[in-house]
């Protein structure tokens, strides 16, 4: 059974969420009607492994429309069980109503979802088993801290001493312990925004949805919040699904990040997959920084960039007249005049741990950035105007058609 708290009217004027205010009643068929009694002795958290390979979350040709509008098309994507996955995109691209549909405030138009085997694709959300975390708290201003917590465990009827242990218990995990009595408006958005977490995990979901969470707070209450939930999902495995447009975010926390963009999903990959080898010119430039230059195809091994050439890692885009080069600034190396190629320094910016030094390449007047340590620029004698070699190692091009950047 979720817990489902009305979810702050995001898209309000357009459509009402489904979602009723507050936890059903026990759901009669939902996991929550198999749950053991809950006057047991004190439950220890639970912790599933996050390397399991079977598969909790698996959605099939999920569609969403909002009438004439296709706002998720043709989504497939397996979670496993105890992962934490990001969906990151940009604004618009679908995050939102697609952990929508799943938690079944925003059914999708066509497709399937399965939990842990069982189509839960028409379920209405207070059957479904998940707990959800919402940008704005969405707690409930009336009750005190202990009561926001421990609402959905009240409403499963749980015996009080059960219910008090779990409070407590949940409390001292997201580090609130003794704060039972206090009312929302006496706590700090960082706080709130913990007992929001405790709430969401108070009835054990088997998926922890989290929607923006961070997003409202200060730059340093995020990045202390941002590993205490890291640190609390992998020591419970709870099986977590977090929407995020920020990429920093989603490259810390998550094993694996959904890359979606106009609805679709452009990439799945864990964090390195997805910064080292994006699939698409669409997620090289949405992650992290990169340089692209145009350059032509010669054969299967060499570029040219103008009247220079560069080797690179074998590719099947021979044939093209244009293709476009992405590399991170800080694979591209300097070296003397006369190795690699040729280009002039155009400015230099000191980082602190680096310098990142803007060039112009001979022949072609493109521009890249390279991140160089401060003593290989002394030893080349960088500064502006100078003639310098710049080495773009093969195995760190990606190369992306160009129609396929310009679409
Ligand atoms: P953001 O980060 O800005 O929240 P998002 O990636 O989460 O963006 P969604 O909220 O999922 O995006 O919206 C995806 C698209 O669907 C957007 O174009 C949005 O305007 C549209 N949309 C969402 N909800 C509705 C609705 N109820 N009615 C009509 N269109 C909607």
Redo the contacts with the bound molecule.
């Keep these: 059974m979720s817990l489902v708290i009305a979810p702050p009217r995001?898209?309000a004027s357009?459509?009402a969420p489904p979602a009723t205010a507050g936890a059903s009643p026990r759901a009669a068929s939902g996991p929550a009607a198999r749950a053991p009694a809950r006057d047991a002795a004190p439950q220890a958290p639970i912790s599933r492994s996050a390397s399991s390979d079977s598969i909790h979350l698996k959605i099939s040709g999920l569609t969403k429309r909002?009438g004439q509008?296709t706002?998720l098309s043709e989504i497939d994507l397996a979670i496993r069980e105890g992962e934490f996955v990001c969906f990151l995109?940009p604004?618009?691209?679908?995050?939102?109503?697609l952990l929508r549909a799943i938690a079944g405030l925003a059914p999708q138009s066509e497709g399937t979802i399965h939990q842990r085997g069982q189509d839960i694709s028409r379920l209405p959300p207070q059957a479904r088993d998940f707990g959800i975390v919402f940008q704005s708290y969405a707690l409930f201003p009336n009750l005190t801290v202990f009561d926001n917590v421990a609402y959905g465990l009240r409403n499963r009827r749980d015996a009080r001493d059960a219910m008090r242990r779990r409070v407590t218990e949940l409390l001292t995990l997201v580090d609130l312990a003794g704060s039972e009595g206090k009312y929302p408006a006496a706590l700090s958005g960082g706080q709130q925004q913990r007992v929001a977490l405790a709430r969401a995990l108070a009835t054990e979901p088997g998926l922890l949805l989290l929607d923006e969470p961070l997003s409202a707070l200060d730059a340093r209450v995020r990045l202390h919040l941002r590993s205490q939930i890291k640190a609390l999902q992998a020591r419970l495995g709870v099986t977590t699904i977090m929407?995020t447009?920020d990429q920093e975010e989603a490259l810390a926390m998550a094993d694996r990040i959904v890359v979606m963009n106009h609805g679709v999903i452009e990439q799945i990959g864990t964090p390195a997959e997805i910064y080292r080898q994006p699939a698409s010119a669409f997620v090289a430039e949405f992650i992290g920084s990169m340089n692209f230059l145009q350059c032509c195809p010669e054969n299967a091994s060499t570029l040219r960039l103008g009247q220079q050439r560069l080797e690179c890692a074998a590719h099947d885009l021979v044939g093209l007249d244009q293709a476009r080069l992405a590399i991170r600034p800080e694979a591209v190396s300097l070296c003397a005049v006369g190795e690699g190629l040729s280009a002039q320094v155009e400015h230099v910016e000191f980082l602190g741990a680096f310098l990142r030094i803007t060039l112009t390449l001979e022949g072609c007047g493109q521009t890249l950035s390279a991140d160089v340590a401060l003593k290989d620029s002394e030893s080349l004698g960088v500064r502006v105007g100078a003639r310098v070699g710049v080495r773009l190692p093969a195995e760190a091009i990606r190369l992306y058609p160009l129609v396929e950047a310009q679409a």
Excluded: D, E, L, P
């Design positions: 995001h898209h357009r459509q909002y509008f706002a995109g604004s618009g691209c679908g995050k939102t109503t929407v447009h």
